[in-house]
């Protein structure tokens, strides 16, 4: 499985951006993640959509309200649509790929495929 991300770039606080996450291969998967890494902190989970379980969706408190997961009829793009941006928001965001089942969402070990990364800055 590969992973494209794209999107992302600067915006001021209180806008808004979508990340896209292209995924190519012909193999089955479960699950897409988004997390991201701030400057100096641990990478951090951000939301899942879960494919294999109607498509439902989870994200971490911080972002719950401001965030949406979506993804396309033919599963291979998954969007990241943010909204009500804070400078805190600021990070490089990954999206992931797992297909496993039944399994962790929220850990970054849970994920064997990773897109490169694209960086969303937000300024006061």
């Known amino acids: 499985v590969q992973l494209q991300a794209s999107g992302g770039g600067e915006v001021q606080t209180g806008g808004s951006s979508r990340l896209s996450c292209a995924t190519s291969?012909?193999?089955?998967?479960?699950?897409i993640g988004w997390f991201r890494q701030a400057p100096g902190k641990e990478r951090e989970f951000v939301g899942a959509?879960?494919?294999?379980?109607?498509?439902?969706?989870s994200y971490v408190d911080s972002v719950k309200g401001r965030f949406t997961i979506s993804g396309n009829n033919a599963r291979n793009v998954t969007y990241l649509q943010m909204i009500s941006l804070r400078p805190e928001d600021t990070a490089v965001y990954y999206c992931?790929?797992?297909?496993?089942?039944?399994?962790?969402?929220?850990?970054?070990?849970?994920?064997?495929?990773w897109g490169q990364g694209t960086l969303v800055t937000v300024s006061s």
């Open positions: 959509l879960a494919w294999w379980s109607g498509a439902t969706t």
């Open positions: 992931a790929a797992s297909r496993n089942i039944g399994v962790d969402y929220t850990a970054a070990r849970t994920y064997a495929y």
């Open positions: 291969g012909r193999t089955y998967v479960s699950t």
